[in-house]
T-cell receptor, first 112, second 108 residues
Framework: NAGVTQTPKFQVLKTGQSMTLQCAQDMNHNSMYWYRQDPGMGLRLIYYSASEGTTDKGEVPNGYNVSRLNKREFSLRLESAAPSQTSVYFC???????????FGEGSRLTVL | DAKTTQPTSMDCAEGRAANLPCNHS???????VYWYRQIHSQGPQYIIHGLKNNETNEMASLIITEDRKSSTLILPHATLRDTAVYYCIVKYSNKLVFGAGTILRVKS
């Protein structure tokens, strides 16, 4: 099992460009999450999906959109990237909303 | 909202027990305490969680005070590979909210 897979692992964007971060899990988990981590800081929740067909805002949703494409996949879209969105993005999943989170290896995004 | 307070950093000698404290004085009666760790820039790794009783698994032990206002994560025999940032988390509005964590440095 691959667990939680994120693509791409690295990306450089120019201000104003758009892109989508992809996340897929093969553990049949119901809940999925997107976090961002800025240097020297803890993780902050952007959006989450408690179950297929639902999405909700986390702490820092501005500038992002998400899609729970199916039970396996949860994508994060930046419509117009800004330098403040330079960060490492982590996707995670859990069996239930109360359960242990399994994280991907992260996607490192730089916005110039 | 239940938030946590942890020391910024701690050192521990290799082979000794590492005791990482966490204060969560505003925790609600049905909120669990979770511990995760992050090694280098990898994705965080789940360690353990508990509600009221002490918990133990193959990685660590979790001691929660009777009033549930604080807890301690114990790594019984720390190794160099346990050097990481350790996060103590209580769910806030049904979401896991990470703080800054404790940097644990295990030294030989």
């Amino acid at each position: 099992n691959a667990g939680v897979t994120q693509t791409p692992k690295f990306q450089v964007l120019k201000t104003g460009q758009s892109m989508t971060l992809q996340c897929a899990q093969d553990m049949n988990h119901n809940s999925m999450y997107w976090y961002r981590q800025d240097p020297g800081m803890g993780l902050r929740l952007i959006y989450y999906s408690a179950s297929e067909g639902t999405t909700d805002k986390g702490e820092v949703p501005n500038g992002y959109n998400v899609s729970r494409l199916n039970k396996r996949e949860f994508s994060l879209r930046l419509e117009s990237a800004a330098p403040s969105q330079t960060s490492v993005y982590f996707c995670a999943s859990s069996v239930t909303f109360e359960g242990e989170l399994f994280f991907g290896e992260g996607s490192r995004l730089t916005v110039l | 909202d239940a938030k946590t307070t942890q020391p910024t950093s701690m050192d521990c000698a290799e082979g000794r027990a590492a005791n990482l404290p966490c204060n969560h004085s505003t925790i609600s009666g049905n909120e669990y305490v979770y511990w995760y760790r992050q090694i280098h820039s990898q994705g965080p790794q789940y360690i353990i969680h508990g509600l009221k009783n002490n918990e133990t698994n193959e990685m660590a032990s979790l001691i929660i005070t009777e009033d549930r206002k604080s807890s301690t994560l114990i790594l019984p025999h720390a190794t160099l590979r346990d050097t990481a940032v350790y996060y103590c988390i209580v769910k806030y509005s049904n979401k896991l909210v990470f703080g800054a964590g404790t940097i644990l440095r295990v030294k030989s």
